[in-house]
């Protein structure tokens, strides 16, 4: 079966610091997707990134970057010189490559970043 | 260029009552799936619409159905409402490429209360 761990269940830093997001996940397939959701108070998840799992190179988006660690299972998010707008929970999560692709979620990390 | 929509926003039952969530994909997507986010927890699997049938069905009773219409937009009814269905239902679209479905697109949700 599937499964996706954020230990972390809440974060606050100040403005401008740098935070890590863990994410840690099983799964008994070879090739998988993982992925980052954010969740604003609004409800909606909004689509951060997708990484197969046979590419682990780091990935990195603006003040976003990503650390894929297929030995240790870990699909690690960074937000630096973060902001108050990153407020939000977000969410690791893992599916199939084939099929219906169903999403498996972590429990979520409440990140509040205070001005 | 709109979204995934759900409606209503809110609604409020009582127990073994039946409620019908409607959700229409983005522009473009043809695949419809249903999540069920319990307060603080993550987002689990109800089931998948592809071409108008169920593809996947996730760990939930058969008092949760679904169904989609050939314009792609989805319904997801709840009969014999329990006061354990309280949560925010979140709708997700997404398109088949031919090597694979593209990343999950998620609406606001509909959070559903039941007194």
């Known amino acids: 079966a599937q499964k996706v761990t954020q230990a972390q269940t809440e974060i606050s830093v100040v403005e401008k610091e740098d935070v890590t997001l863990d994410c840690v996940y099983e799964?008994?397939?070879?090739?998988?997707?993982l992925f980052w959701y954010k969740q604003p108070p609004s409800g909606e998840l909004v689509f951060l990134i997708r990484?197969?799992?046979?590419?682990?190179q780091n990935e990195i988006s603006g003040r976003y970057s990503w650390n894929f660690q297929k030995s240790t299972s870990s699909f690690n998010f960074t937000i630096t010189a973060s902001q108050v707008v990153d407020s939000a929970v977000y969410f690791c999560?893992?599916?199939?490559?084939?099929?219906?692709?169903?999403?498996?979620f972590g429990q979520g990390t409440r990140l509040t970043i205070n001005p | 260029d709109a979204g995934v929509t759900q409606s209503p926003t809110h609604l409020i039952k009582t127990r073994g009552q039946q409620v019908t969530l409607r959700c229409s994909p983005k522009s473009g997507h043809d695949t419809v799936s249903w999540y069920q986010q319990a307060l603080g927890q993550g987002p689990q699997f109800i089931f998948q619409y592809y071409e108008e049938e169920e593809r996947q069905r996730g760990n939930f009773p058969d008092r949760f159905s679904g169904h989609q219409f050939p314009n792609y937009s989805s319904e997801l009814n709840v009969n014999a409402l329990l006061l354990g269905d309280s949560a925010l239902y979140l709708c997700?679209?997404?398109?088949?490429?031919?090597?694979?479905?593209?990343?999950?697109?998620f609406g606001d949700g509909t959070r559903l209360s039941i007194l």
């Open positions: 999560a893992l599916s199939e490559i084939q099929g219906a692709q169903k999403l498996v």
């Open positions: 990484r197969n799992s046979f590419d682990e």
């Open positions: 997700a679209s997404s398109y088949y490429s031919g090597t694979g479905n593209q990343p999950q697109h």
């Open positions: 799964t008994r397939d070879t090739t998988y997707y």
